[in-house]
């Protein structure tokens, strides 16, 4: 193991690893492993870090081996893939991490049993008063920590009526938005406030996912009678990622009546998802309405300004000397989420430690070369618009226009095309981007350019030179 704050020897290990051709797993995990305590701090690494046994490293998949479930699925939730990142970077290989059940090794024994609720040293600590039903919060999910910007002003506000009134505000809450841009943080923050202001209130917060598999246990265990009891009694209940049960009709069921026992309690629900409950694909239609009853607040992408502000502060809480610029540098380049600047500047600290040496912007390109260049590659639908508006000599309103003819519709459909196989975006986000189309119609338009693609000599060819002239 390699001891905290020894540069050289890290330094060593790691040149060793990149230099053996047939990747020596074991060393390699000793220097991945120093990397995610120098990130988490030594209490997480002595309880979640420690115990992990590399297995092997084959064909790009790492397997870990840890001894419980518990402690594979909180690894899995909170590691996994922090570890796949700094996998990648370090040994510039593209990794799937697989944590695993093995057989435990002698001296890991005493992690066994070591569960959030009854340890002092963990990262997060569950809300005890809902007999460990509800999720661990992040300690660091506070208001405190939240940066507020024009982006986000909505959500936090609504977030934070909820939190500070003893009434219910709006029934639900429903916030949504892009991955990583404060969710999560939001939800957990409701949850620490309502503690430390009215600890006699029962918050139970947990993602869709464990909602559904703690339903599904309590079906299999014929035990659903304490399993809706035990959501029935909460004050605030908090269900986070709900489009992870759409298309799951019988959670979605149980879910509905959860939330409609609760509501007609005047019990408030706070819902977090990826898209407003109209864009939800998969959802029940009733539920769909009821989801959109009280405030449905997004969270938009982040702004310069923002991201500057949340660099700001997590340079401050770290206490680290991170020169200005190169925080201006990382707010300018990486506007994909907060998690991946976030994750930026925890690969920058980290690294300035191990080698000891300024964090300087030159030093941040060279060590941040893959993400740079992803966010630099990323093309966004009104770039993908403008190009084929150009190429088609039409006006860029067009592509929001309702017009119909041949001239315009057949441009337009092939931007939604691109858009589909360039961008990230789900096909109601693209629909809205033009002119509020249908997520119908926008299907309909990548079909038929799918089509034509391969019966058009001229479209394809189009096709392929926008597509080069957009660098996707
Ligand atoms: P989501 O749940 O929307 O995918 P998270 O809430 O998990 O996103 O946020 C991702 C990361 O970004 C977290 O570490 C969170 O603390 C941070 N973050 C997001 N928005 C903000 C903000 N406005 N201020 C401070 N940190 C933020
Ligand atoms: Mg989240």
């Not at 989420?337 to 390109?365: D, F, K, M, Y």
């Not at 119609?441 to 058009?456: F, K």
């Amino acid at each position: 193991m390699i001891e905290m704050g020894n540069a050289a020897a890290a330094k060593d290990i790691s040149q060793a690893v990149v230099s053996v051709h047939a990747m020596d797993v074991e060393l390699a995990w000793e220097q991945i492993k120093s990397l995610l305590q120098k990130e988490f701090g030594p209490a997480a690494c002595k309880s979640w870090i420690t115990p992990i046994v590399p297995q092997r490293f084959e064909r790009g998949v790492l397997e870990l081996g840890v001894s419980t479930r518990f402690i594979r699925d909180w690894v899995r939730t909170h590691y996994a893939d922090r570890i796949r990142h700094l996998w990648a970077q370090n040994f510039g290989t593209v990794v799937r991490v697989e944590i695993v059940v093995s057989a435990a090794k002698k001296e890991d024994e005493t992690v066994v049993s070591l569960l959030p609720a009854n340890a002092n040293e963990q990262p997060c600590e569950s809300l005890p008063i809902t007999d460990g039903l509800s999720s661990p919060l992040d300690l660091r999910f506070t208001f405190d920590n939240f940066v507020v910007g024009k982006p986000n002003e909505l959500a936090h506000a609504a977030a934070r009526r909820v939190a500070d009134s003893d009434t219910v505000a709006f029934n639900p809450l429903f916030l949504y938005g892009g991955v990583g841009l404060g969710k999560t943080h939001l939800m957990h923050a409701i949850a620490w406030a309502i503690r430390s202001r009215a600890p006699q209130r029962k918050v139970l917060y947990m993602s869709a996912e464990k909602f559904m598999y703690q339903f599904v246990r309590a079906i299999r265990g014929k035990d659903t009678m304490s399993f809706k009891e035990q959501f029935r009694s909460v004050d605030v209940l908090m269900i986070d990622d709900i489009q992870f049960i759409c298309g799951k009709e019988s959670t979605q069921e149980e879910f509905f009546h959860t939330f409609n026992a609760l509501i007609d309690q005047n019990k408030q629900i706070v819902i977090s998802a990826d898209k407003s409950p109209s864009d939800l694909d998969g959802l029940e239609e009733r539920l769909r309405s009821r989801l959109g009853w009280g405030l449905v607040a997004d969270l938009h992408p982040t702004t310069y300004e923002l991201r500057l502000g949340i660099l700001e502060q997590k340079r401050d809480m770290l206490k680290r000397a991170i020169p200005q610029n190169v925080l201006e540098f990382l707010a300018h380049k990486i506007t994909s989420n907060v998690r991946e600047l976030e994750g930026a500047l925890n690969r920058i600290v980290a690294h300035s430690e191990l080698i000891g040496r300024p964090v300087t912007i030159e030093g941040v390109q060279d060590l941040l070369q893959d993400l740079l260049r992803a966010n630099d590659r990323r093309v966004s639908v009104d770039d993908i618009q403008r190009k084929v508006a150009e190429h088609y000599n039409i006006r860029i309103s067009d592509m929001h226009s309702p017009r119909r003819s041949r001239q315009i519709a057949r441009p337009r459909q092939i931007a939604m095309y691109l858009s589909k196989a360039l961008t990230e975006h789900s096909l109601p986000e693209i629909g809205r981007k033009f002119g509020g189309r249908d997520h119908t119609t926008i299907m309909h338009g990548v079909r038929r350019i799918e089509e034509l693609v391969i019966s058009d000599r001229s479209i394809q060819e189009d096709v392929e030179l926008l597509r080069r002239a957009i660098g996707g």
